[in-house]
């Protein structure tokens, strides 16, 4: 599964899907290889090669994990200061450039790309109805990942004219990050002008999507005003916020109204390999984050627990704000309110709180096989409310601030979360930005986004326990790829 010699592999077997099946669900075969020069001759080649540019997608489960245990959302967990040592050193803020979950991240990203500019790459060599389309996920999947990449490593290389090889690794340097953000913009606009508002197939990239992650791009560029429009495109299309905050992460409201990008996971592959757990098809960190040893009969499932909630995210939400128990299970209270359940359970055993991440937690039914790693739960990667927060953001940081739709956006949120009007937020300025930043916190607890959001909103040095100012905005750089690509690294990093 690890040989791309000739972007091979796995990603030339899939098979595409539709009814109750995911498109992403393939059945890899190890002995099946082709070389480019004889591939992409149909449209079928072309349709298998783009399902293989998303897969990629499925690898970065780390990512969203990283999001919070590096900031004051969650700690690393686990069963002692050695497991998952990655997260562990991330928690604490000892990361080296040999961390592992870093270095995977910046691997499958830019496979991730990879894969789509091979796409590119060979995109003349045959004409088929849908095909402008079809290339539109390509370039949103390739600004996807570049944009991941960027924001946890700051400057990185950046090619997008053809595959990487291995002979090329020397020649391309880091690029600043502002000629990265170029290209994330170039293929994002590349991607909106052929996307079609709605595709079939649940999980594929559509016009929408590409709108809502530019937005989040240009806000993190600070370009507040074109992150306004680009962002109001979303805010007045189909999506709309469900009454029930609970339902969007069980797996009946999986690509439900809210829903404007998910990563999407699946239990149905056999395939597994513990030598590199995270590059199945199921969500790894569902797993991750479950209760330790677990039995009864609750819906839940045993897990590793690790990314545990913090004390201090419980104690963010007020009174009435129903977006608390959804977030954080406090197992001894559940245990307590549910005796018939006879639920038991091991302490987390390092850096115990108490709490869980109730978003993701594994859940009885929903794995199947190597049953740790193969959990079917999506990712939300951009919800409508997301949408709505960063909308309000930007027009109340705009040239001109527009406080009455910022309000507006926000308390739509609000709203859906309190179940009234009364916790309306009326402020303007700078304290109804700093309202914006926190709702952020609570709508988007344990999704990846917490970290991201203190670093570029410059709260990180105030807000998080070890973080240091001129260093920590930014990870370190793969060991190996200074080593064998001759990379600069990071400050503040050996």
């Known amino acids: 599964m690890k040989n791309y010699k000739y972007i091979i592999s796995l990603l030339l077997v899939i098979s595409i899907s539709t009814g109750c099946k995911k498109f992403v669900e393939y059945d890899p075969k190890e002995d099946f ?53 990655g997260f562990q050193q991330i928690d604490d803020y000892l990361v080296n450039s040999n961390n592992a979950n870093l ?33 539109g996920q390509v370039y ?24 990487l090889s291995v002979s090329d690794s020397k020649k391309f340097p880091r690029s600043p990050k502002a000629d990265v953000y170029k290209q994330i913009e170039l293929d994002l606009n590349s991607a909106i002008a052929v996307l079609p508002n709605v595709n079939v197939e649940k999980g594929r990239v559509t016009k929408y999507a590409a709108q809502a992650l530019l937005g989040k791009v240009l806000l993190y560029q600070g370009k507040y005003d074109a992150a306004a429009a680009m962002l109001e495109n979303v805010v007045s299309g189909p999506f709309s916020l469900v009454s029930n905050f609970g339902s969007i992460f069980l797996q009946a409201g999986e690509n439900g109204p809210e829903s404007v990008f998910e990563i999407q996971y699946s239990n149905s592959s056999p ?15 569902v797993q991750v984050c479950g209760i330790r040893n677990l039995t009864g009969s609750s819906p839940y499932s045993s897990g590793w627990s690790t990314n545990l909630p913090t004390a201090n995210l419980a104690s963010a939400y007020a009174a009435g704000d129903s977006r608390k128990a959804v977030t954080v299970l406090d197992i001894e209270a559940y245990k307590t309110a549910n005796p018939g359940f006879n639920i038991t359970y091991t302490v987390a055993p390092y850096k115990n709180t108490g709490l869980y991440n109730q978003k993701y937690l594994p859940r009885t039914g929903e794995t199947s096989g190597q049953v740790e ?30 406080d009455a739709k910022a309000q507006l956006y926000l308390n739509r949120v609000r709203q859906r979360a309190f179940g009234d009007n009364l916790h309306n937020i009326t402020s303007t300025g700078t304290t109804l930005r700093q309202a914006i930043w926190d709702e952020r916190r609570l709508e988007l607890a344990m999704e990846g986004d917490r970290f991201f959001d203190l670093v ?33 690294q990071n400050p503040g990093y050996n």
Request: proline letters at 3%; one cysteine or more; a negative charge.
């Open 33 to 85: 290889q082709i070389t480019a020069d004889n591939y992409l001759t149909t449209e079928d080649d072309y349709q298998k090669m783009v399902i293989g540019t998303y897969s990629p997608l499925q690898w970065i489960w780390a990512n969203t994990v990283i999001g919070d245990i590096a900031s004051d959302n969650a700690v690393s967990g686990g069963e002692n200061a050695t497991d998952q040592i």
């Open 103 to 135: 270095t995977e991240a910046w691997r499958s990203c830019y496979e991730g790309i990879n894969r789509a500019n091979y796409l590119h790459e060979n995109k003349g060599k045959l004409s088929f109805v849908g095909k402008d389309a079809l290339y």
């Open 140 to 163: 949103f999947l390739r600004a996807y990942y570049y944009f991941e990449l960027v924001r946890m490593f700051g400057d990185v290389p950046l090619f997008v004219d053809k595959r």
């Open 271 to 285: 395939f597994y390999d513990w030598s590199n757990p995270g590059r199945g098809q199921g969500n790894l960190a």
């Open 373 to 402: 790693l193969n959990y079917l739960n999506n990712f939300r990667t951009i919800r409508f409310a997301d949408v709505l927060l960063m909308a309000a953001e930007a027009n109340n940081r705009a040239a001109s601030p527009n």
């Open 456 to 488: 570029r909103t410059g709260q990180a040095a105030t807000k998080i326990t070890g973080f240091t100012a001129g260093k920590s905005e930014l990870f370190p750089i793969p060991q190996q790829e200074v080593d064998i690509s001759g990379l600069k």
